[in-house]
């Protein structure tokens, strides 16, 4: 190749990465201009929480909101549930990008003190998704309002039931949803990290989150008599002691997983009573495939060898949840290097073991398992110097208070990754 022909390149590239530049920075200042509007949504979201397969009310404000800004190409009731996709065309075909942010609440009384307080007892917000729906709208404003500047089309995916199983993402993308789609993305607000901060995962952006009910069977008798029975307390206590080491010891020490029993129940009918039965429930949560499949194995042998070991028996009903999120590494590494160059947030950290990895559920694997695509965090925690006070409870407690700085960041990243693969539309 000829020395002016790279020189011209170089020239094309630099004037494609201005060009990109000021598309973003004229998106950037549009979402700050709507900030204040796009929390007031979110307030209103959160006032008016709605269980998973019961969101009606909330489909139905998203909807008058995407048609308030002049956005027709909606549809409703998706993936067996009220999930709402709409779309965005630019002014030339180019890539079709999918932004999704879940919309349902949780059955948890609200103990925060906030003048938006839910108002329905008992179901509140504590996971964020009014914060993740809002900023979704807000961005799905800025888009449509720069539509004739940009090559593509955007999706917007308002998904149901992320909360309870089977969840609402499986079915969308059984539906057909992402058919067309090249990359799809996501993120969740994260009270352990201020705003401001974004976090990235490489690999795994959350754990595939599991089940487990352990029911085992002795023989009951009296106290006085333990030789004449199968106690199975002494065998619950025994599996309990035993379930530890799939961590220690079986499971790959540089993937993250987590083995809680949450719960024990046996006896308590008399002191002088051996129990017959016992059950213990419990969660497993894991980052690979290979490694929950492991680890599902090696518990069902642990809880049945156990029992066996001391005359009983023991059951095991293992209900697997959603998938661990799987992220394109590619796409992550491009996409790090952009927020970074954006100057745009104060910190970009990996989420790992070290940081906090995200080790609940998420039903936005399903997503990933069919398309390309990656899982952001964005922090809602209060800086030091503007907690008042204010304390930082996690994700799913009742008294969950987050910064409503983080919308504007959950906008930027949005418009931030959607400015790497739609392409600008020269205008003379």
């Keep these: 190749m000829l020395r002016a022909d790279l020189t011209s390149i170089s020239q094309i590239e630099n004037e494609v990465s201005q060009a990109t530049a000021a598309l973003l920075a004229k998106w950037l200042k549009y979402a700050a201009s709507i900030e204040s509007e796009v929390i007031q949504v979110r307030r209103h979201l959160h006032r008016h929480p709605e269980l998973s397969f019961e969101e009606s ?31 965005i065309k630019g002014a030339q075909p180019g890539p079709t990008i999918a932004l999704r942010a879940d919309i349902d609440a949780l059955p948890i009384m609200e103990e925060a003190d906030v003048p938006f307080k839910s108002e329905k007892p008992g179901v509140m917000h504590a996971c964020g998704h009014d914060i993740h729906t809002a900023s979704l709208l807000g961005v ?16 917007f995916i308002f998904q149901h039931a992320e909360e309870k199983k089977p969840g609402g993402a499986k079915a969308i993308v059984e539906a057909g949803y992402l058919k067309d789609v090249d990359m799809v993305f996501g993120l969740h607000v994260d009270p352990s990290k201020p705003a401001g901060v974004v976090g990235y995962s490489l690999a795994y952006g959350s754990a595939a989150s599991d089940a487990f009910e352990i029911k085992i069977q002795g023989r009951g008798g009296h106290a006085s008599s ?42 308590m009918g008399a002191p002088n009573i051996i129990a017959d039965t016992a059950t213990i429930v419990g969660t497993v949560r894991s980052s690979s495939p290979t490694g929950r499949a492991t680890i599902r194995k090696q518990l069902i042998q642990i809880a ?15 209900d697997e949840g959603y998938p661990a999120i799987q992220n394109t590494t590619s796409i992550v590494t491009d996409l790090v290097s952009a927020i970074d160059s954006s100057a745009i947030f104060t910190d970009l950290i990996e989420n790992t073991a070290a940081t906090g990895a995200m080790m609940n559920g ?20 209060f800086l030091e110097k503007d ?20 919308m504007l960041n959950a906008m930027s990243l949005f418009l931030v990754i959607l400015s790497q693969y739609l392409k600008v539309v020269p205008h003379d």
């Design 57 to 87: 009310e909330t489909a139905n404000f998203i909807y008058m909101e995407l048609l308030s800004a002049k956005i027709f190409d909606i549809e409703r009731n998706v993936g067996g549930g009220y999930g709402i996709v709409a779309r």
């Design 387 to 406: 907690k008042q006070g204010r304390a930082s409870y996690p994700l799913h407690n009742g008294k969950f208070v987050a910064n409503e700085a983080c």
């Design 226 to 267: 333990p030789h004449t029975t199968i106690d199975s307390v002494v065998i619950a206590a025994e599996t309990i002691t035993n379930l530890q080491t799939l961590v220690s010891r079986v499971a790959n020490p540089i993937e993250p997983l987590v083995v809680t029993v949450a719960g024990v129940e046996a006896g």
């Design 140 to 155: 799905a404003q800025v888009i449509q309002a720069h539509r004739d500047e940009f090559a593509g089309t955007v999706v």
């Design 362 to 381: 998420e039903d936005f694997a399903y997503y990933l398992e069919d398309t390309k695509g990656a899982y952001f965090t964005v922090g809602c925690d």
């Design 304 to 318: 049945e060898m156990t029992a066996a070991m001391h005359g009983g028996t023991a059951t095991v009903d293992y």
